[in-house]
């Protein structure tokens, strides 16, 4: 069964640490995404990938940086963390763009992370 | 700029009654429409993807259709268990899925 790694379901970070948010697959998927979920305002892509090496930011990539060594790992880190990025953050990945795909984008279980 | 709206935010409804989810979307070049179900602390599951108007998909009690302008999650005599978050995600001519902010279905014994 494919599969989408959180490394964490649930961090507690304090304000100004940089945090690392990890993501795996075993799919050998080109493109990764990452997004942060929050009441009311549904998902919200904060940058993607699509190859190793390479990225593009997304709607709200402020306060936010990626990296991409290897083609299943895909990274998020919060530089400097403050309050309001209290969220849950979901990673995914999909076929490369255009390749067409019937199941879209594959998600991780998500990472609540709160900033105290 | 491609848009998507679901209705109703939240629906409660009681075991076996009967009703839909609306999806309405402006998207350039529409290359699909996704629907994923999302539970309570979990990331979303893939549910169906419909690629042209007139399509349906049917899966135990959800059935999904699609217009050229809107998207319909029908469910027939849910079940408590069928409670959870419903996304929609069309994706357009940048290929990237665009999501809803979706519809939390609670459906009461």
């Known amino acids: 069964d494919v599969k989408v790694t959180q490394s964490s379901r649930y961090l507690v970070k304090r304000t100004g640490e940089k945090v690392f948010l990890e993501c795996v697959q075993d799919?050998?998927?080109?493109?990764m995404f990452w997004y942060r979920q929050d009441p009311g305002l549904g998902l919200r892509l904060i940058y993607f990938?699509?190859?190793?090496?390479?990225?593009e930011k997304g709607d709200i990539p402020e306060g936010y940086s990626v990296s991409r060594e290897k083609k299943e790992r895909f990274s998020l880190i919060l530089e400097s963390a403050s309050t309001n990025q209290t969220s849950m953050y979901l990673c995914?990945?999909?076929?490369?763009?255009?390749?067409?795909?019937?199941?879209?984008?594959?998600f991780g279980s998500g990472t609540r992370l709160t900033v105290v | 700029e491609d848009q998507v709206t679901q209705s109703p935010e939240a629906l409660r409804l009681q075991e076996g009654e009967s009703s839909s989810l609306n999806c309405s979307y402006t998207v350039s070049g529409l290359r699909g429409l996704f629907w994923y179900r999302q539970d309570p602390g979990k990331g979303p599951e893939f549910l169906f993807t419909?690629?042209?108007a007139g399509e349906e998909k049917e899966k135990e009690r959800l059935k999904a259709t699609l217009t050229k302008k809107e998207s319909f999650l029908h469910i027939t005599a849910p079940k408590p268990e069928d409670s959870a978050t419903y996304l929609c995600?069309?994706?357009?001519?940048?290929?990237?899925?665009?999501f809803g902010t979706g519809t939390l279905l609670a459906v009461q014994p």
């Open positions: 419909l690629y042209s």
């Open positions: 995914a990945s999909s076929l490369r763009l255009g390749r067409l795909s019937n199941y879209g984008y594959t």
């Open positions: 990938s699509y190859d190793v090496k390479m990225k």
């Open positions: 995600a069309p994706r357009g001519a940048t290929n990237k899925l665009i």
């Open positions: 799919m050998d998927h080109e493109n």
